[in-house]
């Protein structure tokens, strides 16, 4: 999420208070947690709602991590609440003497005390959401807890955070049986929505899977009247979650290098270190790396150990193998980049967070580490698969000669754009205020779309490029190639930021870049090139949270002079069963069926209430779509967010892919692809 939105978010939830010292002693526990559930979980839009799931889940997969617990199973129930069962220790239940309290109720109410008990094992998940259960308590409207412990089965129900009562035993424990069972639902009164998306869910516990290859995970939904079911085991860890990334994309190796190994930080703790790797025929790069099973975006520490491994000890087998001459030029890190798929893990006892949005991994004695473990063992697998090692090395090499070509095609921009006068393309309508941080780059699909909103659009703060049709499928071409075509190149230009290895965050001349494309087929697949390019070439924009997807209308409807729009198709009912009631007409009027009337003509429903579906952005007039898609004040934009970089990496080669089936069955599943693109 971009800094601002969090802000607003913070500032939606009574949060515009300057925190003061006095707060912390005024506000004990969870109070503190309710006041400011932002700050525990980051935001509390369904992306925090979700995360008080993985909060729980991760607390199973410490059970499992530390050898305890094997399976691990949520359960979407038909009340909204949510079940995480485990068959670890069970959360331990003994009177806690300071307390006076079962340690159960001590763990599910007092901020961090997860660890407390904890003497033997290091909490390897959490870090950034390892804020511990009690903050899914106090964010729930109800929370019920069973142990199974030593024989007997333990029983405890909180709201809000405050227990009904003491934990009690409720009965025993089945032979032998041991776990934790918390069953929780979300409060309304934090949570404005809080339906869980399966999906988003089950995509977690897959990465999960892939990064525990010890731990099973299974979701299901009961939600409906056909309950849905995943089951997430992979023996094969981050050998078959590289495979699972590239699955849309042919192989250029034959094996996957895989390697494991420990190393020790400074107070003689264990750090574990896992990666995998391989490449394809293709030229992005696609690095996931992971501290303590959380995606650090953003890098670091674990990250350039990796590279300079990698860098070493392919430059080493090329001397020796004669396919470098010693002397001769050799090669970068950034040459073995393209194609590259791979997934780093590593296993921190106390992460030190960076960055931006603090995914960056800053314990410096991990590069070293992670050096020690993949180096040595990258050298063998050379040695043992040296047709791979000649592939990767020939694809290096041609890589080094790319981006010699790319450096002179961005060379070539810069000229073309200081010949053009001002650099910035001739189509782009700009905006008058210089404050980046408020201005907004539309990117409109079509010049005629492009002319209306550049009429209706609030030029001090609003700038449009229109585009014309399709552009280029950026995922089969390399940097210059796409630098060739105009329409990129004056997106490129207009964003300001550079790009590759010139990109500067920093240059961003618009805070929010706006795709506005036609809700039809073809405006979807135009969206959907947009974001790919977007996401390839400037995937920080992405993750910062600068790029956003305009939600134009689909319905308008009409009765007499009153003229109002909907986003769906629900919302088309609930303004039709509006103006019915408005008419002071008592029965229920009927859902519409909406048919796609001849040449998709308006259809006119009884009462006189005419019914029209947009089908396209060109057929509003500037007034119209000012008014319904580009208004900050009524208007909704969609903030593209990367939740699961893996599982987005994957679904972009995909949808680009020259593979059919899979892009078919893609779009079925994700048919209402207008409200909701969750990349
Ligand atoms: C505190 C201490 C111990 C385990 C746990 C908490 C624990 C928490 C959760 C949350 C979900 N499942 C869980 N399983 C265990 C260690 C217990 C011991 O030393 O026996």
Redesign the pocket.
């Known amino acids: 999420m971009a800094k601002n939105e969090r802000e607003e978010v913070t500032k939606k939830n009574g949060d515009s208070r300057a925190y003061t010292a006095e707060d912390i002693t005024v506000l004990k526990g969870l109070e503190a947690v309710r006041r400011r559930p932002a700050m525990y979980i980051g935001d509390v839009s369904t992306r925090g709602l979700h995360h008080l799931v993985y909060e729980?889940v991760d607390?199973?997969i410490?059970?499992a991590l530390?050898g305890?617990?094997h399976i691990i199973e949520v359960v979407l129930n038909k009340d909204g609440s949510v079940t995480?069962t485990?068959d670890?220790?069970?959360?331990?239940t003994d009177m806690h003497k300071e307390e006076k309290r079962s340690?159960l109720e001590v763990?599910m109410t007092v901020l961090h005390?997860?660890?407390?008990?904890?003497?033997?094992?290091y909490k390897v998940s959490g870090g950034l959401h390892g804020v511990g259960?009690s903050v899914v308590n106090a964010l729930s409207e109800w929370l019920e807890v069973e142990v199974m412990?030593d024989g007997n089965l333990w029983f405890q129900k909180y709201k809000r955070g405050d227990p009904v009562a003491p934990a009690k035993i409720t009965g025993k424990a089945d032979k032998g049986k041991s776990?934790?069972i918390?069953t929780f639902l979300p409060d309304g009164q934090i949570f404005k929505n809080r339906t869980f998306k399966f999906d988003t869910l089950a995509e977690r516990l897959r990465e999960l899977a892939f990064l525990n290859s010890e731990v099973t995970l299974r979701i299901i939904d009961k939600r409906n009247k056909t309950e849905q079911e995943e089951v997430f085991h992979f023996k094969g860890g981050l050998t078959e979650f590289v495979k699972y990334i590239d699955e849309g994309r042919p192989a250029l190796t034959k094996k996957v290098f895989y390697a494991k190994g420990t190393g020790k930080d400074e107070n003689n703790r264990t750090v574990e270190v896992e990666a995998a790797f391989q490449y394809n025929d293709e030229y992005s790069e696609n690095i996931f790396t992971y501290v303590n099973n959380i995606n650090t975006h953003e890098g670091g520490t674990h990250l350039v150990g990796f590279r300079t491994a990698m860098t070493r000890s392919l430059n080493n087998y090329a001397y020796k193998n004669g396919i470098l001459k010693e002397g001769g030029i050799s090669l970068s890190g950034d040459d073995f980049r393209e194609g590259f798929t791979g997934v780093i893990s590593v296993k921190v006892p106390e992460p030190q967070f960076e960055g931006q949005t603090k995914t960056k991994l800053g314990n410096s004695e991990v590069k070293s580490i992670v050096e020690s473990v993949i180096g040595p063992a990258l050298a063998s697998w050379l040695e043992e698969n040296s047709p791979d090692a000649k592939r990767i090395l020939d694809k290096a090499m041609r890589a080094a000669e790319a981006r010699e070509a790319a450096r002179k095609a961005r060379d070539l921009t810069r000229r073309k754009n200081a010949l053009s006068g001002g650099g910035l393309p001739g189509k782009l309508a700009d905006c008058s205020i210089n404050d980046a941080e408020h201005c907004e780059l539309y990117l409109v699909e079509g010049d005629s779309a492009g002319g209306s909103a550049k009429q209706g659009r609030d030029r001090r703060f609003q700038a449009i490029l229109p585009l014309k049709g399709k552009i280029l499928n950026v995922e089969k071409a390399r940097l210059h190639k796409i630098l060739e075509n105009e329409e990129i190149r004056n997106i490129f230009t207009a964003i300001g930021t550079g790009v590759g290895e010139e990109f500067n965050a920093g240059k961003l001349r618009y805070g929010k870049i706006i795709v506005m494309c036609d809700a039809d087929v073809d405006g979807s697949h135009i969206r959907t090139l947009l974001l790919t390019l977007l996401y390839r070439h400037m995937k920080e924009l992405v993750e910062l949270g600068h790029v956003y997807i305009a939600q134009p209308p689909l319905y308008k409807v009409k009765k007499g002079k009153q003229e109002f729009y909907a986003y769906d198709d629900s919302e088309r009912d609930e303004v039709i069963k509006r103006i019915k009631a408005e008419k002071g007409k008592k029965e229920e009027p009927e859902p519409v069926e909406m048919m796609e009337g001849e040449d998709g003509a308006p259809i006119v429903v009884p009462g006189g209430i005419t019914i029209s579906r947009f089908k396209g952005l060109g057929e509003m007039n500037p007034e119209q779509l000012w008014a319904t898609t580009m208004n900050p004040d009524t208007r909704t934009i969609l903030q593209v967010g990367i939740e699961n970089a893996a599982e987005a990496d994957r679904t972009f080669s995909m949808l680009m892919g020259d593979d059919v089936e899979p892009r078919r069955q893609f779009i079925e599943k994700n048919a209402k692809y207008v409200r909701n693109l969750d990349i």
């Open positions: 729980v607390n199973s410490d059970e530390a305890y617990a995480v485990d670890g220790r069970g959360i331990p340690a763990v005390a997860g660890g407390k008990f904890d003497k033997n094992t259960v412990r776990g934790t918390i």
